[in-house]
Each structure stands twice: as structure tokens, then as C-alpha cells.
């Protein structure tokens, strides 16, 4: 079954785009590229985002960022499909209006609204517009709730970015809030990268509703001890055995010390019988004859 639909109509090889979209100063220059693309796909097309990725070049976990930030500004729905036996893959629609901030005023008169003029499956989509039955459609200015802010990303490498996208896709994950999540990310900025990718890793494997528990800072402290006991035994050893050069130099030096040692003795000796002859010379006249 197919898992993508597009409100667009194509006119053959050209692909109409939303004005609105356009202009969107709030969306990036890579997710309003992200719409395009997808819009220039065929209705009935199968959206899977590992081949996706590598048609418009970009990583996995870089390609849902952006898709995450076109269902945040409305221009994309995403949405399990719902079958006999349950929910199966998910399915993504492409708006042709931006449902979470277009004026429903504009788009419906409060005298005049009739199906003919506002489709009420298309309206109710809108969460400025409250559909009361069939024929009255009665439409409510909400008070609009300002943004959440972003994510404080501790780390931005792909490994990070595509373990901690998969973290947040978990069932006991998808309800946290913003808030929640936050406070998680700040944990996990206490260590290093690899070893919080390795925690949120173990809590995909188990099922846990968190990542940084009690004991987690005991266990850093031997994660860093092994990787440093790692780097030790794979650096080359100075102590022990000396090598064949190291032996020689020693050898060399020994030698040196040995000859020094002799050469000041046979000086003492030399000098010791000088003065023996001088003294027997003295004591026996020589010196004077």
C-alpha cells in the first residue's frame, strides 16, 4: 500500500508549488527543498527514507530533521496508516496549505461557509476551526501558542544525530516533551560522545525510559579507565627487556668507564715510583754527587 499522498496537482513536467511555502522566512532553505522534491513525486509513490536520503544527498538522520521541520510548520502530516490488524507504515502527506498557520478566516466566510466553498475533511486539519455538524461550521480564533524552542543538540556528528533520532521514535519516548527532552540531551552533554551514544544505544536495546540512572557516573569512570588501560597496552613499551641498541650503548659506556678507571691508576702508580726514586737518590747522595 501506498504511504504517500500530495494534495498537489501536477501539470505534467511541471510541479506547481505553494507561494506561501516560498516565502516561508521560518523555514530552511533544505526543508523547503525537502517539499519540492517530494512534490515532484508521482501520487501512489513509496516513500522510504534510506533511498530518499540518497537522492537528495543528504544522511538519514539529516533528511528527517528536515522533514520533522516541515510537519512543525505544517506543511507536512505525518501519520500512521490504519489497516484491519492495526497500524502499519507511516504515511506522509503533503499539504497544499500550511494547516497550522493559515488565516481560516481567508479561507472561509463566517456568513457564507458551506461544503461547496470549505471541504470539512480539509478543515479539519485546521486548529483554528471547530466543526460543529454537517452544515454549521463555526470558526474559533485559538489562542496561538508560541513555538517550542529548538533542541540544544550536545553533539553534532551523523552517529550521534541518527542514534538519538532513533531514541526519540521509541514508544516510550515519542510522549516526552520538549522540556523532557532537553533535560536528557544535558545529561548526556556530561560525557563524552561516544560514551552517550553507547547509553542512549542500551536504552533502544532495553526499553528504558531514560538513559543517565544512578550508577551511570561509576560507570563513566570505569568506561574511561578501560579506554585509557586500551591506549597503554597498544602504545609501545620503554620498560623491561632494553633493546639490542639500547644494550650496545650501555655495553659502549661501561667500556669507556673501564678505560678511564685504568688509565687514572697507571698514572698514581707512575707518579708513586717517581717519588721513590727521587727519595733514594736524596738518601744516598746522588742527587749531590
Known sequence: MSNFKSELKGLNRFQPIPRDLIQDCDLSAQARFVYAYMAAKPEGWEFWQEVMSKEVGMSVATLRKYLYELRDAGWLEICGQKHERGFGATQYILKALCYKNCDTQN??????????????????????????????????????????????????????????????????????????????????????????????????????????????????????????????????????????????????SRVGDMYKELQRKREEEERRLREEVERYKREHGYLNG
Not at 167 to 181: S, V
Open 107 to 252: 479561507l472561509c466566510d463566517t456568513k457564507n461557509a458551506t461544503h461547496n466553498f470549505c471541504d470539512t475533511q480539509k478543515i479539519a486539519h485546521i486548529d483554528n476551526i471547530d466543526i460543529q455538524d454537517n452544515t454549521d461550521i463555526s470558526i474559533k480564533k485559538k489562542k496561538g501558542k508560541p513555538a517550542p524552542p529548538p533542541l540544544n543538540l550536545p553533539f553534532s556528528s551523523d552517529k550521534f544525530l541518527e542514534t538519538w533520532a532513533a531514541l526519540c521514535e521509541e514508544k516510550n519516548w515519542k510522549g516526552k516533551t520538549q522540556k523532557a527532552l532537553q533535560l536528557t540531551l544535558n545529561k548526556l552533554a556530561r560525557y563524552e560522545e561516544a560514551f552517550a551514544i553507547e547509553l542512549m544505544e542500551k536504552t533502544i536495546e532495553n526499553g528504558w525510559k531514560g538513559v543517565v540512572f544512578g550508577d551511570t557516573d561509576a560507570k563513566y569512570q570505569e568506561w574511561l579507565s578501560a579506554r585509557q588501560q586500551k591506549k597503554d597496552n597498544a602504545a609501545p613499551r620503554t620498560c623491561g627487556r632494553p633493546t639490542q641498541a639500547f644494550s650496545l650503548a650501555q655495553d659502549n
